[in-house]
């Protein structure tokens, strides 16, 4: 047992250096700052897709009030009542602008998608990338059809949080119903960026492990910034509502370091695997 245990740490001391070298040499911090300004340039018109999509029929409009619910419980402390209403506000003006201005929209937020899978091709070391109309489908894709998967697996979630606010007796296993919720929809969304952002053939095997590891991250950061609500609750004392300002970079930069480490690990995991490939076949060969 005691040696099983050592080869545990040694694969995962090996694994980590590694990554953190891969991390590293990938300068993701960089790429995390560059994600964070293109986010906050972005939200505004994929909110305003989202809205637009969610308000084809009468079901998919209901999913709204859920769905915005789900992003200001996940938003970090002290900033998603000031931020988020700003946002919403500020995508429903966007029904009065014209055509260009429309199209305008829809381009920042396209090129969001295509600077994050810029940061995902840079950290594999891939080369070759898409072509542009693959690109624009897979990306036309995740505007269109992830808002409404996205509603539509919200359904049983809404449900607990009702629950939960009615204050049932089941309040204890539905609050761990919650955490356990929340930290499936954190992996399930690092899955499809794993999977379908690098141009390779990504093993699921790995890329789950990455997107398990960067959802646990996820779900400590939102823990820490929510222990240390007191304290936002005191800057925004002196700040006011600006106080929201910095908070939610921090958080949100924080947040593409997280998804950013775990894509970094899942193309480590891949490097090893094929490292090793091809010493075997070599070996086979001699």
């Not at 998603?80 to 919403?88: C, H, N, Q, R, V």
Request: net charge positive.
């Amino acid at each position: 047992m005691p040696q099983l245990f050592n080869q545990i740490y040694l694969l995962i001391k090996r694994y980590g250096h590694l990554t953190k070298s891969r991390f590293q040499n990938s300068n993701l911090s960089q790429k995390a700052a560059q994600l964070t300004l293109s986010s906050l340039l972005a939200a505004v018109p994929i909110i305003t897709i989202i809205v637009g999509i969610l308000s084809f029929t009468p079901t998919l409009k209901d999913m709204q009030s859920q769905l915005f619910g789900l992003i200001e419980q996940h938003m970090a402390p002290g900033t998603s009542d000031i931020m988020l209403p700003y946002l919403i506000e500020f995508s429903a003006q966007t029904k009065n602008l014209p055509i260009a201005g429309l199209i305008a929209l829809v381009l920042t937020a396209l090129l969001l998608l295509n600077s994050f899978e810029n940061s995902v091709q840079s950290i594999w070391r891939i080369e070759k990338p898409r072509k542009i109309r693959e690109r624009l489908l897979t990306y036309w894709a995740i505007l269109t059809l992830g808002p409404i998967l996205f509603a539509a697996s919200l359904s049983l979630y809404g449900t607990l949080i009702s629950m939960e606010i009615q204050d049932n007796q089941t309040s204890s296993w539905v609050n761990n119903l919650l955490e356990l919720a929340t930290i499936v929809l954190y992996f399930l969304m690092l899955l499809t960026l794993n999977f379908l952002t690098p141009n390779a053939d990504v093993s699921v095997k790995w890329a789950s492990i990455s997107a398990l590891l960067g959802s646990i991250g996820l779900y400590t950061l939102n823990t820490i910034f929510s222990s240390f609500a007191h304290f936002f609750t005191s800057y925004q004392v002196v700040y006011g509502a600006f106080a929201a300002i910095p908070i939610f970079l921090i958080w949100l930069q924080t947040s593409w370091l997280i998804v950013l480490a775990s894509i970094c690990l899942c193309a480590t995991l891949h490097s090893i695997k094929n490292t090793s490939q091809d010493k075997n076949l070599s070996s086979g060969q001699d």
